[in-house]
């Protein structure tokens, strides 16, 4: 069947659904979920594309099969699902999601403290190690790698417990903090990470030869990587004083380490006659840089050192590239769709 929509498939559901829905805001795509149905949405900033909401896993498999065009989920479903030929992991790194897929013992198995250790008393034991998990194919996959015989038991919901009732004798599961982990008398291993993952902004291969999809695309890679790289950044304003711009230049060059994106942005200040600025003796020019959060204090200290008054501080939203590397390379990997 052709179609001329675009579709986004999001997380139906819990906090990964929380967060890709904040997150998107963020970028300024901000999402109405629909009155009547409530497994579907829209973007106003992007009115052609159509919001549908499905479970992580399954939106893997959307994306794949071509019935959605582009998805937000977890890394780990997406090589979990096997789909690499299919689909195209065009952002990966949204910065939110994180947690890894590890392998964890009881904490009883006292003499397992690393991946060697496991396979040693596999070994020993002269039977597979049980383990359970949701993620049978990216298990199965790290433990052939690492040579330890095993019996893979697939199960849904919490695994934490199957050790303990003796459904089986390990887990492989997500990790965020570990906390859960603690509370059921297991433990993570040295050298038992599978993957790390974080949440992608995938798309379906075959559907990015369409040109409304391409558009879409390079909106989202472009708000994106624009938001991404603005976090943690601040705009700051602080008028100087100096004889021209070339002395102001010299000054913040000389008595600063401030240089901004790409040097710091200097323009003349055209004086209020009620104010100190209006002293016709003196001229004043308007000094803007972009620093890290965690450098602001010394950043206002050096620039109170140089004399600069009236300083403003101001998040900043988004920081545009000239053309983000990712859009380089996806139009360089689908040109018919330009």
């Known amino acids: 069947m052709t179609r001329t929509d675009v579709r986004l ?7 990964l659904q929380e967060a890709t829905m904040r997150f998107l805001a963020q970028c300024g795509f901000e999402i109405r979920i ?38 937000i989920t977890g890394l780990d479903v997406v090589h979990e699902a096997g789909v690499a030929g299919k689909v195209s992991i065009i952002h990966d790194a949204l910065g939110y999601g994180k947690c890894k897929l590890v392998v964890a013992v009881p904490d009883a198995w006292t003499d397992v403290r690393d991946i060697d250790h496991l396979r040693a008393r596999a070994v020993a034991a002269e039977a597979p190690v049980r383990v359970a998990t949701v993620f049978p194919h990216l298990t199965r996959k790290f433990l052939d790698l690492t040579q330890i015989r095993h019996e893979i038991v697939e199960a849904e919901g919490s695994l934490e417990v199957m050790p303990e009732i003796g459904s089986a004798d390990i887990i492989c599961d997500l990790v965020e903090t570990g906390n859960t982990l603690i509370q059921n008398r297991l433990r993570m291993i040295t ?11 995938l798309a379906n291969r075959a559907n990015l030869a369409r040109p409304e999809a ?32 070339e002395d102001v230049g010299k000054t913040m060059a000389l008595r600063t380490s401030l240089g901004g994106l790409q040097g710091p942005t200097i323009s003349p200040i055209y004086p209020n006659s009620h104010t100190e600025l209006g002293n016709p003796s003196v001229n004043w020019y308007s000094v803007s840089i972009a620093v890290n959060r965690s450098e602001l204090q010394d950043a206002i200290n050096q620039l109170r050192g140089i004399g600069a008054s009236g300083v403003v501080v101001t998040p900043i939203t988004y920081i ?8 380089l390379a996806l139009k360089q990997q689908f040109p018919a769709a330009q």
């Open 34 to 71: 629909s009155a009547t149905r409530s497994y579907t949405a829209t973007i106003p900033a992007l009115p052609d594309v159509t919001v549908v909401f499905q479970r992580p896993r399954d939106i893997t498999i959307s994306v794949a099969n071509g019935g959605v065009d582009f998805g």
């Open 9 to 15: 498939a999001l997380p139906s559901k819990g906090r």
């Open 191 to 201: 050298g038992g990470t599978v993957i790390e993952t974080q949440s992608v902004l």
């Open 320 to 327: 545009f590239e000239e053309q983000p590397s990712r859009v």
């Open 214 to 245: 391409m558009q879409i695309a390079v909106l989202l890679i472009e708000a994106i990587e624009a938001h991404l790289r603005a976090q943690g950044r601040l705009m700051i304003w602080a008028n100087v004083r100096g004889d021209s711009f």
